[in-house]
């Protein structure tokens, strides 16, 4: 990133409207406009396409992917499902900086924790198109990854079970395994005072765990015809966690893949989609602000780590509890410590709080600490952008801040930008919001065939 001066767009587009200069691979009908001309020429540059949906899925595979995607059948005190966390009304995430999983009651920012359950390590984020075969790694700290010869790697290791579709499928096997998210605790009891015994399962013993989540689908009756009619010739009895994961994944990738926003409209070639604040926001995302560097690509994310300095705060993840070391939990380097997953953007506007633990409350707050990182750490105020149950949580400790700091992604260096060019790269992240996320509720469906309630649970027995 660079300081920039404004005469630098106006001599480029005087130049450009001077020579008429036409970006290959577009029409002048297509690109009369100097503005128009300079932005196609630059996305030409980047290789910036609509991204490809995904391979179909039978409508049979998707509507039971629906069905087992909202049933709190899958959680081991049946009490929360996967729309829990990712909800359509919510722009398929929670709002929410941290997720409060099983044991919670309410829905997204109402969402209270159950008695001594600590909220999730990290943000839930949204699953807006995540069917792309562009798509090579799953989670913040890409723990679920596709290699180049196809080969998945996963939590499960050797476990990993037979016939899973891709990434997406391979992703839906695992918040059921976790004790917080879905699987509950030892010792819980269901919403109908049963054990539950999916807690009792080791918490590594994936297979078991998966199995036994098998075992209560094929004990619903009214999954039957559903897994039948998605997979024809498998009988009932002979279903796995696979045939679960991949139908969910088909329900995700049909229903939440949206390329109609402003900017997908642009790519195709409509010049009148976006407004001139955001081409010229697009101008300085994909130019000397440097975004694309990280947020590269059709999905626009390289899909690697990166520290940018994110507030440390929540509850911690795993052996660096209260701490989150990021990708070094997965790869065991100290150069991947603080290091997150680039998250896409597309619909970015609708799917706060921000970072991979939700320590920006607002958009335009979560680009602030991008244009000058270690500004905004050592000026972060926690009661502005948190929840008061996690204002405490924040580590504000002058040598935590200096450790995130030391491993800074290189590309990241302060930046000066003018409240008109704040304004227009605001308006280019807006223009990714395609219009359907505003009607995604009707995904939801009455009932699901476990009989649990499909909304989420606002009160508990004692």
């Not at 300085?284 to 059709?298: I, M, Q, T």
């Not at 997953?341 to 991979?356: F, K, Q």
């Amino acid at each position: 990133m660079l300081v920039r001066h404004k005469a630098w767009l106006a001599g480029s587009l005087f130049l450009l409207a001077l020579v008429g200069l036409i970006s290959v691979g577009f029409q002048p009908a297509q690109a009369s406009d100097p503005l128009d001309r300079l932005l196609r020429s630059r996305l030409l540059e980047h290789n910036i396409t609509v991204p490809e949906p995904g391979a179909p899925a039978s409508p049979a595979q998707v509507e039971l992917g629906r069905m087992l995607y909202f049933d709190k059948l899958l959680s081991g005190n049946r009490d929360t499902s996967c729309a829990t966390c990712h909800h359509p009304a919510l722009a398929t995430s929670d709002a929410r900086p941290l997720s409060v999983g099983t044991a919670g009651v309410g829905l997204g920012p109402d969402r209270q924790r159950g008695q001594e359950r600590p909220h999730i390590p990290r943000n839930a984020p949204d699953v807006f198109n995540r069917g792309s075969a562009l798509w090579t790694t799953m989670f913040w700290d890409m723990r679920i990854e596709q290699m180049p010869d196809g080969r998945l790697l996963t939590p499960a290791g050797a476990f990993l079970p037979e016939g899973i579709d891709d990434v997406l499928a391979a992703q839906a096997l695992f918040p059921p395994t976790a004790e917080h998210e879905m699987r509950g605790m030892p010792g819980d009891r269901d919403l109908f005072g049963h054990p539950n015994e999916l807690a009792e399962i080791p918490a590594q013993d994936f297979p078991a765990i998966w199995n036994a989540i098998v075992a209560r689908l094929q004990r619903t009756p009214p999954y039957r015809p559903l897994f039948e009619d998605a997979y024809p010739g498998t009988r009932f009895e002979e279903i796995t966690i696979a045939h679960v994961a991949n139908a969910i994944a088909a329900f995700e990738r049909e229903a939440f893949t949206l390329l109609n926003s402003p900017w997908d409209r642009y790519l195709r070639g409509d010049d009148s989609a976006l407004s001139p604040a955001a081409k010229r926001g697009a101008l300085l995302f994909y130019g000397e602000l440097g975004c694309s560097a990280c947020h590269s690509g059709p999905l626009m994310t390289d899909q690697q780590a990166h520290n940018i300095a994110v507030p440390q705060l929540g509850p911690g993840k795993g052996a660096s509890a209260p701490f989150d070391f990021g990708r070094e939990l997965v790869s065991g380097s100290p150069t991947d410590r603080y290091a997150f997953r680039t998250p896409p953007l597309r619909n970015v506007a609708v799917t706060g709080p921000y970072m991979h633990n939700g320590a920006f409350r607002t958009l335009e707050a979560a680009v602030r600490h991008h244009l000058n990182p270690a500004e905004s750490l050592r000026t972060y105020t926690p009661s502005a952008h948190l929840p008061a149950d996690l204002v405490a949580t924040y580590q504000d400790d002058p040598a935590v801040q200096e450790a995130l700091l030391d491993t800074l992604d290189r590309n990241l260096h302060p930046t000066t930008i003018s409240d008109d060019e704040f304004a227009d790269l605001l308006a280019f992240l807006h223009a990714l919001t395609d219009p359907a996320v505003y009607t995604l509720a009707q995904e939801i469906p009455t009932w699901v065939p476990s009989g649990l309630p499909v909304a989420e649970i606002e009160a508990r027995t004692p």
